[in-house]
């Protein structure tokens, strides 16, 4: 049975909204080596919009890799977490109109509060150095120590969405908790973009074999392909993994993607369709 997840229907299905800068409440803008990513907060209908990622000179397909993620996760088993639906959108302002995503806000009234910021509360050092398995029960033990939460299927469903689209972008301050009044709670998980390809030149005219190799789960710091063979080892993934996917009618970034999300759905043992 698929996960559960709450949608966003403010829009009708045959249209693609198109969301005005000037009427909306800019976020700050969200800016690293990675390059800059502009977001915003639609007050009136309470939206989050983000526009598509802008790095090394030009606009990428990153909207279309947080739509597939998000295809991914309405199909995903129910004991996996919640995957944030995100939903096409346009954004004009005074640069032009770009795509981009929009998603209903998840946390209203309460605070997002980063693994970093967990971290730092405890006066803890997250120690890139040590093994998968040390690193792995380090983010297990904090969440539960700080905020009396099991996080184990979080971390399950969040690093094998990872792996499946290939989310390069996963370090400490875009995973974490939530906490209102009435303590902690498990949030669902969001920003996937980064992935499939669509965020770095160095992709570009490397041959795919080579791309698999290149691979980083940036939590963990190492290949991505043994991060997933790591929790193999510890979990039963036949509870976490859908046993098909099917996401005929959801663009594809590249062929490359294509190819890197067939892969990754033959590794898992997944059958895929609607991916040529």
Not at 88 to 117: E, M, N, Q, W
Not at 132 to 150: G, Q, R, Y
């Amino acid at each position: 049975m698929g996960n559960k997840t709450s949608t966003v229907s403010v829009f009708s299905a045959e249209e693609i909204p198109v969301f005005y800068s000037k009427n909306m409440m800019e976020l700050q803008l969200i800016s690293s080596s990675k390059g800059n990513q502009r977001k915003w907060y639609e007050q009136e209908k309470g939206l989050y919009v983000k526009e598509q990622f802008f790095y090394q000179g030009r606009y990428w397909k990153d909207y279309l890799v947080e739509i597939i993620s998000s295809e991914i996760g309405k199909q995903l088993p129910f004991k996996c977490a919640k995957v944030l639906q995100q939903q096409l959108c346009k954004i004009v302002d005074l640069a032009g109109t770009h795509y981009g995503v929009y998603s209903y806000d998840f946390a209203p009234g309460l605070s997002y509060v980063s693994f970093k910021r967990i971290i730092d509360a405890r006066n803890s050092y997250f120690d890139v150095r040590a093994d998968i398995a040390t690193k792995w029960d380090f983010v297990l033990e904090s969440v539960h120590n700080f905020c009396e939460l099991d996080y184990t299927d979080y971390l399950i469903t969040m690093t094998l969405l990872d792996y499946l689209i290939g989310n390069e972008d996963r370090h400490i301050n875009n995973f974490g908790v939530l906490q209102g009044d009435a303590g902690f709670l498990i949030p669902p998980l969001f920003d996937f973009g980064l992935g499939m390809f669509e965020h770095d030149l160095k992709y570009e005219h490397v041959p795919f074999r080579e791309c698999l190799q290149m691979m980083y789960s940036k939590p963990f710091h190492a290949d991505n392909q043994k991060v997933v063979d790591f929790i193999a080892k510890r979990y039963n993934l036949d509870d976490y993994l859908p046993k098909y996917l099917d996401l005929t009618g959801v663009e594809i970034p590249s062929p490359k993607a294509g190819s890197y999300l067939r892969n990754r759905c033959m590794k898992l043992g997944i059958g895929l369709k609607g991916v040529e």
